[in-house]
């Protein structure tokens, strides 16, 4: 049985059945029900308020939305039926319900502010959900940094080996990445806390609704201002994608260093069996399944952002049935983001380092070459003279198959006579390491200092 349209008046003929399937949006929009019932309250209050509802009518419907609510927190299956949206299901329970009474619920209201309205009120607690596993991420690193704050690790650029660092330095590296997606996170958040309800379809409303005290009971901090922008707008949606894709993107560069870190053939680091899989095939593999669907994960919340730009794009004012598909993108990254932090926390967490390995990776690349132009330019060599002899004294390593430290004085001395005895102690990885000594930078006390910094940032530890 077709179950009867919010719409049907003006219509002789039923919506093709493939026309249905294309526009019917409840197995999507579902994931709003508790939102559409709270606004239907809020809305139905407002009624009241402006007395368009009786006192029984007001009592009949907020009890039936209460029931409601309660109903589908036990279990929903039953309720939803071939409903076009959550906002036509909810509305067809309450007239079942509450019989004519329920049909003056839609009063004043348009699926138009109420889709809204509801969609930012997901998009809030969505928003405070993922700061939250942001921020244990960030406790995660922190620990992590912590226990790592004195081994020193190979730095890349280029993926080259390029100097010594601490790997507490590394790992508080993308803390401040993520620091700044809670910014993000943070600023998309305001940019959803507007009440559109009143908004109506596109021109407001007749009823002279009390839209504060509608804003006020919903928790939101502020009105919108234009009732056409308000069911036109989906800029925080956007902001909140953009944010979710930032995210991703430091999640994904993160992943691709376990990846590499963790293969055999690099063997820096392990990863527990509970984040990792094996093959079908070859018995012996170990594969970091999780770090790699993360990094594919990306791409789908990248193309979120990107699709939901292209269909805003070029859109007229004000409703156009094109922004339905704004949840499928929303919810569908929001999710993604969620369980993605979730794993990747859980998964550094078992990540264990290779010590062995790090020191022979070291080694390799030559790493403390910087420190020795550095060193020639301590003895007044300027650092353009200093960078051409250290690139001789490099390629006559690579000659001789040494280490820079391999290297007698008088192989380095027949190179540059500014070279002294002291040489030897100015490029162990551990002089390197203490020489840059600025702030911000990867030396033992800088790393400290980062760290105490870091304590002080991640305020919610404290309670
Ligand atoms: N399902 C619709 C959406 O998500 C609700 C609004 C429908 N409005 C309309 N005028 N058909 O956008």
Same mark, same amino acid.
């Given at each position: 049985?077709?179950?009867?349209?919010?719409? %049907?008046?003006?219509?002789?003929?039923?919506?093709?059945?493939?026309?249905?399937?294309?526009?019917?949006?409840?197995?999507?929009?579902?994931?709003?029900?508790?939102?559409?019932?709270?606004?239907?309250?809020?809305?139905?209050?407002?009624?009241?308020?402006?007395?368009?509802?009786?006192?029984?009518?007001?009592?009949?419907?907020?009890?039936?939305?209460?029931?409601?609510?309660?109903?589908?927190?036990?279990?929903?299956?039953?309720? +939803?039926?071939?409903? @076009?949206?959550?906002? =036509?299901?909810?509305?067809? /329970?309450?007239?079942?319900?509450?019989?004519?009474?329920?049909?003056?619920?839609?009063? %004043?209201?348009?699926?138009?502010?109420?889709?809204?309205?509801?969609?930012? /009120?997901?998009? #809030?607690?969505?928003?405070?959900?993922?700061?939250?596993?942001?921020?244990? /991420?960030?406790?995660?690193?922190?620990?992590?940094?912590?226990?790592?704050?004195?081994?020193?690790?190979?730095?890349?650029?280029?993926?080259?080996?390029?100097?010594?660092?601490?790997? %507490?330095?590394? *790992?508080?590296?993308?803390?401040?990445?993520?620091?700044?997606?809670?910014?993000?996170? @943070?600023?998309?958040?305001?940019?959803?806390?507007?009440?559109?309800?009143?908004?109506?379809?596109?021109?407001?409303?007749? +009823?002279?609704?009390?839209?504060? =005290?509608?804003?006020?009971?919903?928790?939101?901090?502020?009105?919108?201002?234009?009732?056409?922008?308000?069911?036109?707008?989906?800029?925080?949606? *956007?902001?909140?994608?953009?944010?979710?894709?930032?995210?991703?993107?430091?999640?994904?560069?993160?992943?691709?260093?376990?990846?590499?870190?963790?293969?055999?053939?690099?063997?820096?680091? $392990?990863?527990?069996?509970?984040?990792?899989?094996?093959?079908?095939?070859?018995?012996? #593999?170990?594969?970091?399944?999780?770090?790699?669907?993360?990094?594919?994960?990306?791409?789908?919340?990248?193309?979120?952002?990107?699709?939901?730009?292209?269909? *805003?794009?070029?859109?007229?004012?004000?409703?156009?049935?094109?922004?339905?598909?704004?949840?499928?993108?929303?919810?569908?990254?929001?999710?993604?983001?969620?369980?993605?932090?979730?794993?990747?926390?859980?998964?550094?967490?078992?990540?264990?380092?290779?010590?062995?390995?790090?020191?022979?990776?070291?080694?390799?690349?030559?790493?403390?070459?910087?420190?020795?132009?550095?060193?020639?330019?301590?003895? $007044?060599?300027?650092?353009?003279?200093?960078?051409?002899?250290?690139?001789?004294?490099?390629? +006559?390593?690579?000659?001789?198959?040494?280490? *820079?430290?391999?290297?007698?004085?008088?192989?380095?001395?027949?190179?540059?006579?500014?070279?002294?005895?002291?040489?030897?102690?100015?490029?162990?990885?551990?002089?390197?390491?203490?020489?840059?000594? =600025?702030?911000?930078?990867?030396?033992?006390?800088?790393?400290?200092?980062?760290?105490?910094?870091?304590?002080?940032?991640?305020?919610?530890?404290?309670?």
């Amino acid at each position: 049985m077709t179950t009867k349209k919010v719409w %049907g008046g003006r219509f002789e003929k039923e919506l093709d059945d493939d026309a249905k399937t294309l526009s019917y949006s409840l197995e999507s929009d579902k994931k709003l029900v508790f939102y559409d019932l709270a606004v239907n309250k809020a809305h139905v209050n407002a009624l009241y308020q402006q007395k368009h509802l009786t006192e029984q009518e007001h009592h009949a419907l907020v009890t039936c939305l209460d029931q409601l609510v309660k109903e589908f927190k036990e279990q929903s299956s039953g309720l +939803y039926g071939n409903d @076009e949206d959550i906002h =036509s299901c909810i509305e067809r /329970l309450v007239t079942e319900r509450c019989g004519d009474v329920g049909k003056k619920m839609h009063t %004043g209201k348009s699926r138009n502010d109420q889709v809204i309205t509801d969609t930012r /009120l997901y998009t #809030k607690d969505s928003l405070t959900s993922l700061i939250q596993e942001v921020r244990e /991420l960030i406790s995660t690193l922190y620990e992590k940094a912590t226990e790592y704050k004195s081994v020193i690790f190979p730095g890349f650029t280029h993926f080259q080996p390029a100097q010594p660092i601490l790997l %507490g330095h590394h *790992l508080c590296a993308y803390i401040e990445k993520f620091f700044r997606d809670i910014h993000r996170f @943070e600023e998309a958040f305001k940019t959803a806390d507007v009440c559109c309800l009143g908004s109506g379809a596109m021109a407001g409303n007749n +009823y002279k609704l009390d839209r504060q =005290s509608i804003s006020d009971q919903l928790g939101f901090s502020s009105l919108s201002r234009n009732s056409m922008d308000a069911v036109s707008d989906r800029d925080f949606i *956007l902001e909140t994608l953009s944010a979710c894709s930032i995210c991703m993107t430091h999640l994904s560069r993160f992943c691709e260093e376990i990846v590499t870190f963790t293969s055999p053939i690099v063997g820096l680091m $392990n990863l527990g069996d509970d984040f990792t899989t094996g093959s079908s095939l070859m018995p012996q #593999k170990k594969n970091p399944d999780v770090a790699e669907l993360i990094r594919g994960k990306t791409g789908r919340v990248h193309a979120a952002f990107l699709g939901l730009q292209t269909t *805003l794009k070029g859109l007229p004012l004000t409703y156009n049935r094109d922004l339905q598909e704004d949840k499928v993108y929303l919810f569908d990254a929001v999710e993604t983001v969620h369980l993605s932090l979730k794993c990747f926390r859980k998964m550094c967490k078992t990540i264990e380092i290779n010590e062995g390995a790090i020191h022979k990776a070291l080694e390799k690349g030559y790493g403390v070459a910087t420190d020795f132009a550095d060193y020639l330019v301590e003895k $007044n060599v300027p650092f353009r003279d200093a960078h051409e002899i250290t690139g001789q004294v490099v390629l +006559y390593a690579i000659q001789q198959q040494k280490q *820079l430290h391999e290297l007698s004085i008088e192989e380095f001395q027949s190179i540059s006579k500014d070279i002294k005895e002291d040489v030897f102690k100015a490029i162990t990885f551990e002089a390197s390491i203490k020489a840059k000594n =600025s702030y911000g930078a990867t030396a033992y006390n800088q790393v400290e200092i980062q760290l105490d910094e870091l304590k002080r940032r991640i305020t919610w530890n404290n309670h």
